[in-house]
């Protein structure tokens, strides 16, 4: 590869196995391969992207960080979890949804050569745009339970050094639905005072939660507020995908660079989207609405941990995936994608480049398939094995 940047990054695997099954055209598929979802947006946000495609002003690259009500929406929300207020004009910015956001404070924060700490497994895209702005990534590893996946917030912390430029966690984790708590954020506090590192929280779905239990922002913690980037998204919690909508905050001198970052990276956010999210994010009922969409994804995983009893599956704590261990088979996760995808019509993908331990795990989706379509997981595994 002639590019040096790209020697490192593989692809994600998901749009190998989409496209295959895309190009099946089988309704008898079931699509557990990519994180769409068929639960619908707000009523609000529907309103409000009607209304804005006759609207001129929406049509158009300006502002270029994102429209006054999308950033006053945006910083509020994000304040209200986080404990704290940010100033819309300086604090906050947006971006053409979460990971362009993710990308633009890397760019910000990491020198070619410096590490970010990340947990393992975790989404290849973000591993990738941890490589493609210079950093190393630094995995510390997650450990699979009967009851879900936990990370140790002492090793969490132990893996920030002297090389250290930021840490970039996710809560709920995809693809685990790994939850990070209090003591997590508050080992990392010391250790990235000490070495004067960044926190990149990615909260892009950190009210899907399965515990019942609100988000735990990370700038709550004493000594974070001023070291925490939080990157938000309106594809996962708002159902907002196609809209291609998030949000950066964090302290005023970082948001200058971000912001920087920004007008050279993509640009802009999709104009006649802004107003829908920021009506979403607004709106009185936003946490009922998000709550009840959880509910019905917590519904459809229980459905497959039901169907999928006796197999190597680790349960969720939050999210929209699980995950398959395939050791226990004597398959690898590429041998099993294709054994699903051949025998029992079910595109799911494996994990190579998921962090170290990916390449040990097959990815379910739960978030766009309805429960009546998942009641015959058991005999298309069956099928498969």
Not at 105 to 126: F, K, N, Q, R, S
Not at 127 to 144: D, I, K, Q, T
Not at 332 to 337: E, F, G, H, Q
């Given at each position: 590869?002639?590019v040096?940047?790209?020697?490192?990054?593989?692809?994600?695997g998901?749009?190998?196995?989409?496209?295959?099954?895309?190009?099946?055209?089988?309704?008898?598929?079931?699509?557990?391969?990519n994180?769409?979802?068929?639960?619908?947006?707000?009523?609000?946000?529907?309103?409000?992207?009607?209304a804005?495609?006759?609207?001129?002003?929406?049509?158009?690259?300006?502002?270029?960080?994102?429209?006054?009500?999308?950033?006053?929406?945006a910083a509020?929300?994000?304040?209200?979890?986080?404990?704290?207020?940010?100033?819309?004009?300086?604090?906050?910015?947006?971006?053409?949804?979460?990971?362009?956001?993710?990308?633009?404070a890397?760019l910000?924060?990491?020198?070619?050569?410096?590490?970010?700490?990340?947990?393992?497994?975790?989404?290849?895209?973000?591993?990738?745009?941890?490589r493609?702005?210079?950093?190393?990534?630094?995995?510390?590893?997650?450990?699979?339970?009967?009851?879900?996946?936990?990370?140790?917030?002492?090793?969490?912390?132990?893996?920030?050094?002297?090389?250290?430029?930021?840490?970039?966690?996710?809560?709920?984790?995809?693809?685990?639905?790994?939850?990070?708590?209090?003591?997590?954020?508050?080992?990392?506090a010391?250790?990235?005072?000490?070495?004067?590192?960044?926190?990149?929280?990615?909260?892009?779905?950190?009210?899907?939660?399965?515990?019942g239990?609100?988000?735990?922002?990370?700038?709550?913690?004493?000594?974070?507020?001023?070291?925490?980037?939080?990157v938000?998204?309106?594809?996962?919690?708002?159902?907002?995908?196609g809209?291609?909508?998030?949000?950066?905050?964090?302290?005023?001198?970082?948001?200058?660079?971000?912001?920087?970052?920004?007008?050279?990276?993509?640009?802009?956010?999709?104009?006649?989207?802004?107003?829908?999210?920021?009506?979403?994010?607004?709106a009185?009922?936003?946490?009922?609405?998000?709550?009840?969409?959880?509910?019905?994804?917590?519904?459809?995983?229980?459905?497959?941990?039901?169907?999928?009893?006796?197999?190597?599956?680790?349960r969720?704590?939050?999210?929209?995936?699980?995950?398959?261990?395939?050791?226990?088979?004597?398959?690898?996760p590429?041998?099993?994608?294709?054994?699903?995808?051949?025998?029992?019509?079910v595109a799911?993908?494996?994990?190579?480049?998921?962090?170290?331990?990916?390449?040990?795990?097959?990815?379910?989706?739960?978030?766009?398939?309805?429960?009546?379509?998942?009641?015959?997981?058991?005999?298309?595994?069956?099928?498969?094995l």
């Amino acid at each position: 590869m002639p590019v040096s940047r790209l020697r490192d990054i593989p692809g994600i695997g998901v749009d190998e196995v989409g496209d295959a099954a895309d190009a099946a055209a089988d309704p008898e598929f079931l699509r557990l391969e990519n994180l769409d979802t068929d639960v619908r947006p707000p009523a609000v946000a529907l309103a409000a992207t009607r209304a804005a495609v006759d609207a001129d002003d929406a049509n158009s690259y300006l502002p270029f960080q994102g429209r006054g009500s999308l950033l006053e929406a945006a910083a509020a929300h994000v304040g209200r979890i986080a404990g704290r207020a940010y100033d819309p004009a300086t604090e906050c910015v947006g971006v053409a949804g979460g990971l362009n956001g993710i990308l633009n404070a890397l760019l910000a924060t990491v020198e070619p050569g410096e590490e970010v700490v990340l947990c393992d497994p975790i989404y290849a895209g973000l591993v990738n745009r941890v490589r493609l702005a210079g950093g190393v990534p630094r995995f510390v590893p997650c450990e699979a339970s009967a009851g879900g996946w936990t990370v140790d917030p002492e090793r969490l912390a132990g893996a920030v050094g002297p090389r250290t430029a930021a840490v970039l966690m996710m809560g709920p984790a995809m693809p685990t639905g790994l939850v990070l708590d209090e003591t997590h954020w508050t080992a990392l506090a010391g250790a990235l005072e000490r070495h004067d590192a960044w926190l990149i929280y990615d909260a892009a779905m950190e009210r899907i939660r399965f515990d019942g239990r609100g988000p735990g922002h990370p700038a709550r913690v004493p000594g974070l507020a001023g070291r925490t980037i939080t990157v938000g998204s309106a594809s996962k919690e708002l159902r907002m995908i196609g809209w291609r909508v998030g949000w950066v905050t964090g302290p005023a001198e970082i948001l200058h660079d971000v912001r920087l970052v920004g007008l050279t990276n993509v640009v802009c956010q999709v104009g006649i989207a802004q107003e829908a999210v920021a009506a979403a994010l607004a709106a009185p009922d936003a946490d009922a609405d998000v709550a009840a969409a959880t509910a019905t994804w917590r519904e459809r995983c229980e459905t497959i941990l039901d169907q999928l009893s006796g197999l190597p599956v680790v349960r969720p704590h939050g999210g929209w995936s699980l995950l398959i261990d395939t050791r226990p088979l004597g398959l690898s996760p590429a041998d099993l994608s294709r054994r699903l995808f051949e025998r029992a019509k079910v595109a799911a993908t494996p994990m190579d480049g998921w962090g170290p331990s990916g390449a040990h795990h097959l990815r379910l989706v739960f978030a766009n398939e309805p429960v009546e379509r998942l009641g015959d997981l058991r005999e298309r595994f069956r099928l498969a094995l």
